[in-house]
């Protein structure tokens, strides 16, 4: 692989900081990936309170959670935006600041029918310790009913929760777990921390899952933030916070290929270390630079950006795309979009026109909030 280049594109009054991976010629039988390049982004809805993901109903409605506890609903399109009472309103713990709170949500695959708004949230427990926990709601006239407690006990704390909730190609429900800032808990296969967790609808365990009986689907995670997969082969990709403090304790962040039963280092050992115990990431941010990566998607519609995956990061303050090569693992692209523009990034998301929904997180107690943060994003790119 050629060396990274540092690369600067304007497209229409946008300055777009790029890292380019040159790929191999044509003649080597590997075709050039072409950079992406940013038609336009528009504002959809302000004044959110450090909203976490979304996801879209089939009805039109954008469900959008915010950590201190609210999922909001935004319309998108002529009379849409953001609708002023809350969805639902749930008793998340955001003690002390810090990551926990409401994160994740994922609508039913069938919610015309069924209307389920899955959630994941931290919530208090004795001696001032934190939870975290899965539940099924159900939307009624426009409103979130009937809470239903589907996984119980994931280990929490003021960091490292986790929170990604998301349904893949195969029906089940993925869940993204943090070790809860207790490293161990990501080597134990009997803690719920440091994991991806595989769950059938109703919150029972699949029963092709690695292990009998156990919802967990991989280990050895710090703190994952982001889940997609590939359209054209299903593969499970993943975005992963590394270690914080100095060098050389400090950054290792990590794009991972997650396989059933993979296990994925953390703490033993962070970024690409070649341990034949363990996978290594296919991508990592190196010792130098940490991109605190968070919510993630793959470009699905047709076009030169399909295939690439596309992730948010809150430190790094930009999207990040990622073009991989047939066998899902060769890095031919990596680049850098929207830098130092809208702050930090928490989540993307892709619409069924192809244009990605951006979320910013800038009033989370780390940013610096502009008058009309945290924003919903529409980007155009090609």
């Not at 159900?138 to 996984?151: F, H, K, M, W, Y």
């Not at 803690?191 to 919802?215: E, F, Q, V, W, Y």
Request: glycine share 14%.
């Amino acid at each position: 692989m050629a060396r990274d280049t540092e690369v600067t594109v304007a497209a229409r009054g946008l300055v777009l900081g790029l890292i380019a991976i040159s790929c191999a010629s044509p003649a080597s039988g590997t075709p050039r990936i072409s950079a992406a390049v940013v038609e336009s982004v528009q504002v959809v809805a302000g004044g959110l309170v450090a909203p976490w993901a979304t996801d879209l109903s089939s009805d039109g409605r954008l469900f959008v959670t915010e950590r201190p506890g609210r999922v909001r609903v935004i319309g998108l399109g002529a009379g849409g935006g953001l609708r002023p009472e809350p969805w639902v309103t749930l008793p998340a713990d955001t003690r002390g600041g810090g990551e926990k709170g409401l994160l994740g949500i994922a609508l039913d695959p069938e919610f015309a029918r069924s209307g389920f708004v899955y959630l994941y949230y931290s919530y208090p427990v004795a001696n001032g310790q934190t939870r975290n926990k899965l539940v099924r709601m159900r939307d009624a006239s426009g409103r979130g009913v009937e809470e239903t407690v589907l996984l119980d006990g994931i280990p929490g704390s003021g960091n490292h929760d986790g929170g990604r909730v998301k349904f893949g190609p195969d029906g089940k429900l993925y869940v993204t777990t943090g070790d809860a800032e207790v490293g161990g808990n990501a080597q134990d296969p009997r803690s719920l921390g440091g994991k991806i967790l595989r769950l059938n609808k109703d919150g029972s365990i699949p029963a092709d899952n690695p292990a009998a009986g156990s919802p967990v689907w991989s280990m050895g995670h710090r703190n994952v933030q982001g889940i997609a997969w590939q359209p054209d082969t299903g593969a499970l990709y993943e975005t992963e916070h590394g270690p914080s403090g100095a060098f050389p304790e400090c950054c290792h962040d990590e794009v991972n290929l997650i396989v059933a039963g993979g296990n994925y280092g953390w703490p033993t050992v962070r970024g690409v270390a070649n341990d034949p115990r363990f996978r290594d990431p296919l991508v990592e941010s190196g010792a130098l630079e940490t991109w605190a990566p968070s919510g993630a998607a793959f470009a699905t519609r047709p076009g030169p950006l399909r295939g690439s995956l596309l992730f948010a990061t809150l430190r790094g303050q930009h999207l990040q795309r990622v073009a991989f090569g047939t066998d899902g693992r060769a890095v031919l692209l990596q680049e850098k979009l929207l830098t130092n523009q809208y702050g930090r990034l928490r989540d993307v998301f892709e619409l069924p026109s192809g244009e990605l929904l951006v979320l910013t997180s800038n009033r989370d107690g780390r940013g610096q909030a502009a008058a009309d943060d945290d924003r919903v994003l529409l980007v155009s790119l090609r």
